[in-house]
C-alpha cells in the first residue's frame, strides 16, 4: 500500500554536511520525495513533535537539539514507507542499529541520532500535519518507463 511518512534530518546533519549523504539513501532506495523544506523550528513545535516523551530524562535536552538550528523535514512516499524508512534509519537505540543504517553508520549517542522517521500511519499523518500546509506538497509521476 502506498504511504507518505514524515523524515526530519536533525541540525547536526547540516552542521555536518551530510544532507546529501543521507537524502541519496532515500532515493536510491526508491522512495519518492513529495515535500521538502528547510525550516528551524521554534520550542513550540519541537515540544508538540516531541510531546510523548515530556517528562523523560532526555526531554529538555532533545528539545534543545532539536531547536538548536535548521532541519530538513520531508514527506516521502512509496510502497509502506513507513517501515521502509523506518529499516533505512535503523532502531531508536544507538546499540540496537546495525552498520548499514543511518543511525548505525552516522550517530554516536541516542539522542542525537540526527534523523527522524514516524513510527506508525497515526504517528505519519499528526507529523505530517504539523510541518506542512496542504499547499506545499509536489505529488509528481514517474516518466513513461517508470522508475528502475
Ligand atoms: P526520534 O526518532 O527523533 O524520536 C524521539 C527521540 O528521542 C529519538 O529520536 C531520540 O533522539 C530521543 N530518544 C529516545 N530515546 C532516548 C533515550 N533513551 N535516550 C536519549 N534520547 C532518546
Do not use: C
Request: net charge neutral; hydrophobic share 40%.
Amino acid at each position: 500500500m502506498t504511504e507518505k511518512t514524515f523524515v526530519m534530518l536533525k541540525p547536526g546533519v547540516l552542521q555536518r554536511r551530510i544532507a546529501g549523504e543521507l537524502l541519496n539513501r532515500f532515493e536510491r532506495k526508491g522512495l519518492k520525495i513529495v515535500a521538502l523544506k528547510l525550516l528551524r523550528m521554534n520550542r513550540e513545535t519541537a515540544e508538540v513533535h516531541y510531546a510523548e516523551h515530556r517528562g523523560r530524562d532526555f526531554y529538555e535536552k532533545l528539545v534543545e537539539y532539536t531547536i538548536s538550528g535548521p532541519v530538513i523535514a520531508m514527506v516521502m512516499e512509496g510502497e509502506g514507507a513507513i517501515a521502509v524508512v523506518r529499516g533505512l534509519t535503523g532502531p531508536t537505540n544507538l546499540l540496537d542499529a546495525p552498520a548499514g543504517t543511518i543511525r548505525g553508520d552516522y550517530a554516536a549517542q541516542t539522542r542525537l541520532n540526527i534523523v527522524h522517521a514516524s513510527d506508525s500511519p497515526g504517528g505519519a499523518e499528526r507529523e505530517i500535519a504539523l510541518f506542512f500546509r496542504p499547499e506545499e506538497f509536489f505529488p509528481w509521476e514517474d516518466g513513461n518507463r517508470g522508475w528502475f
